[in-house]
């Protein structure tokens, strides 16, 4: 929390001044009530109208510094929680691709979701608290010292009790939060998991299934999340004892006070509220800390993943003749060889194919080309230089990859041809023509900004594959992998699509595929059989 702290401090700056003023306003209200009750003792009706209008004022302030300071700490608060959810989404970005994909979308959406909602709660909720509670305890401290002088002192001797109580169980609350926050991204990823799976569990007539199974997943949140409150539990019972022994200590000595005529009886009401307002404060103060740290082991689980580096490289010089060059490549997983001494040559402007048979190694050597698997032996040179050592923005931004599943956005055909780029819709439409789907345009009722809906559903398939390729074309990367790209179309378009790039002579082209039409073929400088 402290480089949040830090980072935010004008923030926190503006939230504590309104908490200021609240704490005036009820250290004030506590005043006003103890005049009161004297102007009753001394039976003086004008100071005790005065005190009671005085009174109604103070409270009115009150009120329009509390809606203050909810509508500013709701601002400051979402403020906070955005600027994380960029940093993850930053991190994320520039994690290695093996290590993204060490963890399923879902746990990332829960870090999005769950998480900054326990940030919420756990973290920037406690720490306004803190705040609030740190300056009314001051203010009441410095108030208590202008009764009497012995109050300050038991109530110093107090406090420092109070603080300590509970913190026999931080170690244990950070250790639930933890917990708390993984049984949280295993509920989601399950409950993902369950809920694609509709369609095939329609058929089957089990949707009772998905029922059952969240229904058991959350059973053990549950249990996870009666195992946090049992901690906090604790805390707030240790808290709220201490709270009463000090509440009832002060009481006394004020009623000593007042019996010995060493201060009014008005000053009892006072002390009273003053001693209220800090031991209620203290009493939840180390409440507010332990749950505050408690956090502490997501924020960790965050930064852990600005820990991974990525290759950085010098730009590769493009005037080599050779864009790939395989020189005894070989890729195991767990002992099971993939690819075995495997050498080739890729030349710019020319047409190639990669061919094989399911499991024979075309994906991972896709991957390998791509820079998202590095850790091979033998060599793959992009450009004469090692692979593994250029970063995955060099690459990118001299190939066009587009694989057999590509992802369509729940949004506008021109935000899923664009991905935040800027194109002009002559632009966006003449990549379309070349994907045929320019004819589509004049049907739909928004044209470019037409919503396309979850997963594209409002598309044929065939539609959606077209799309993902448009997009590709768009970029005019001057080196080309299709990975199974054409497959979803009718052959006709196909063979238009592929015709189109072995025609163009500016285009490295690299193909792979089950099977390519015999036109393709014979039109190919080179095929890779694995």
Same mark, same amino acid.
């Given at each position: 929390m402290?480089?949040?702290?830090?980072r935010?401090?004008r923030?926190?700056?503006k939230?504590?001044?309104?908490l200021?003023?609240?704490?005036?306003?009820?250290?004030?209200?506590?005043?006003?009530q103890?005049?009161?009750?004297?102007d009753?003792?001394?039976?003086?009706?004008?100071q005790f109208?005065y005190h009671?209008?005085?009174?109604?004022?103070?409270? &009115?302030?009150l009120? !329009?510094?509390?809606?203050?300071?909810?509508?500013?700490?709701?601002?400051?608060?979402q403020?906070?929680?955005?600027?994380?959810?960029?940093?993850i989404?930053?991190?994320?970005s520039?994690?290695p691709?093996?290590?993204?994909?060490e963890?399923?979308?879902?746990?990332?959406?829960?870090?999005?979701?769950?998480? &900054? /909602?326990? &940030?919420?709660?756990?973290?920037?909720?406690?720490?306004?608290?803190?705040?609030a509670?740190?300056?009314?305890?001051?203010?009441?401290i410095?108030a208590?010292?202008?009764?009497?002088?012995?109050?300050?002192v038991?109530?110093?001797?107090?406090?420092?009790?109070?603080?300590?109580l509970?913190?026999i169980?931080?170690?244990?609350?950070?250790?639930?939060?933890?917990n708390?926050? $993984?049984?949280?991204?295993?509920?989601?990823?399950?409950?993902?998991?369950y809920?694609s799976?509709?369609d095939?569990l329609?058929?089957?007539?089990?949707?009772?299934?998905i029922?059952?199974?969240?229904?058991?997943?959350?059973? !053990?949140?549950?249990h996870s $999340?009666?195992?946090?409150?049992?901690?906090?539990?604790?805390?707030?019972?240790?808290?709220?004892?201490?709270?009463?022994?000090?509440?009832?200590?002060?009481?006394t000595?004020t009623?000593?006070l007042?019996?010995?005529?060493?201060?009014?009886?008005?000053?009892?009401?006072?002390?009273?509220?003053?001693g209220?307002t800090?031991?209620?404060?203290?009493?939840?103060?180390?409440?507010?800390?332990?749950?505050i740290?408690?956090?502490?082991?997501?924020?960790d689980?965050?930064n852990?993943?600005?820990?991974?580096? /990525?290759?950085?490289?010098?730009?590769?010089?493009?005037n080599?003749?050779?864009?790939?060059a395989?020189?005894?490549?070989?890729?195991?997983?767990?002992?099971?060889i993939?690819l075995?001494?495997?050498?080739?040559?890729f030349?710019?402007?020319k047409?190639?194919?990669?061919?094989?048979?399911?499991?024979?190694?075309?994906?991972?050597?896709?991957?390998?080309?791509?820079? $998202?698997l590095?850790?091979?032996?033998?060599s793959a040179?992009?450009?004469? /230089?090692e692979i593994?050592?250029?970063?995955?923005?060099?690459?990118?931004?001299?190939?066009?990859?587009?694989?057999q599943?590509?992802?369509?956005f729940?949004?506008?055909?021109?935000?899923?041809?664009?991905?935040?780029?800027?194109?002009?819709?002559?632009q966006?439409?003449?990549a379309?023509k070349?994907?045929?789907?320019?004819?589509?345009?004049t049907?739909?009722?928004?044209?470019?900004?037409?919503?396309?809906?979850?997963k594209?559903?409002?598309?044929?398939?065939?539609?959606?594959?077209?799309?993902?390729?448009?997009r590709?074309?768009?970029?005019?990367?001057?080196?080309?992998?299709?990975?199974?790209?054409?497959?979803?179309l009718? $052959?006709?378009t196909a063979? /238009?699509i592929e015709?189109?790039?072995?025609n163009?002579?500016?285009?490295?082209?690299? &193909?792979?595929?089950?099977?390519?039409?015999?036109?393709?073929?014979q039109?190919?400088d080179?095929i890779?059989?694995?």
């Open positions: 402290k480089h949040l702290f830090l935010f401090w923030d926190f700056g939230v504590s001044i309104i200021l003023f609240i704490s005036l306003c009820n250290i004030s209200s506590n005043f006003m103890g005049a009161v009750l004297n009753l003792v001394n039976l003086n009706l004008s109208t009671i209008i005085l009174l109604f004022a103070v409270f &009115m302030l009120l !329009i510094f509390t809606y203050a300071q909810i509508r500013y700490q709701a601002f400051v608060a403020k906070i929680v955005t600027t994380l959810r960029s940093d989404m930053d991190s994320i520039n994690i691709y093996a290590t993204f994909h963890r399923t979308s879902s746990t990332y959406v829960s870090w999005l979701s769950s998480d &900054m /909602q326990q &940030m919420e709660e756990r973290a920037l909720d406690p720490f306004f608290n803190l705040i509670g740190f300056l009314s305890t001051t203010i009441s410095i208590l010292l202008s009764i009497h002088w012995s109050l300050i038991l109530t110093l001797v107090e406090a420092l009790l109070l603080l300590n509970p913190k169980f931080h170690r244990e609350l950070g250790e639930k939060s933890l708390l926050s $993984k049984e949280n991204e295993r509920f989601i990823s399950k409950a993902s998991d809920l799976g509709y095939t329609y058929v089957f007539q089990r949707l009772p299934y029922r059952k199974r969240v229904e058991d997943d959350s059973t !053990i949140l549950g $999340k009666r195992s946090y409150a049992k901690s906090y539990g604790k805390i707030a019972i240790a808290g709220g004892f201490g709270n009463i022994i000090c509440q009832v200590s002060i009481m000595l009623g000593y007042a019996y010995n005529q060493h201060i009014s009886i008005g000053m009892i009401l006072t002390a009273g509220g003053l209220s800090i031991f209620n404060t203290l009493g939840t103060l180390s409440q507010y800390i332990a749950t740290q408690s956090v502490q082991p997501i924020l689980k965050f852990a993943l600005q820990t991974s580096n /990525q290759p950085t490289s010098t730009t590769v010089d493009q080599q003749t050779t864009f790939f395989l020189k005894d490549l070989t890729y195991a997983y767990d002992e099971n993939i075995h001494n495997l050498n080739y040559t030349e710019k402007n047409k190639y194919a990669i061919i094989g048979k399911s499991g024979s190694g075309k994906s991972t050597l896709v991957n390998i080309l791509t820079g $998202k590095n850790n091979y032996s033998g040179l992009f450009f004469n /230089q593994d050592t250029v970063s995955s923005r060099d690459i990118f931004d001299k190939i066009l990859y587009i694989d599943n590509p992802h369509v729940n949004d506008t055909i021109r935000n899923n041809l664009s991905l935040g780029d800027t194109f002009s819709d002559e966006l439409i003449n379309l070349q994907v045929d789907l320019a004819d589509l345009l049907t739909l009722p928004d044209h470019l900004d037409t919503f396309i809906g979850e594209g559903i409002s598309l044929s398939g065939g539609q959606l594959q077209r799309i993902a390729l448009a590709g074309l768009l970029r005019n990367r001057n080196i080309v992998i299709l990975d199974e790209s054409t497959s979803k009718d $052959k006709k063979l /238009q015709q189109s790039l072995i163009n002579d500016n285009l490295s082209v690299i &193909m792979i595929s089950h099977h390519l039409d015999d036109t393709i073929l039109s190919l080179g890779l059989s694995l």
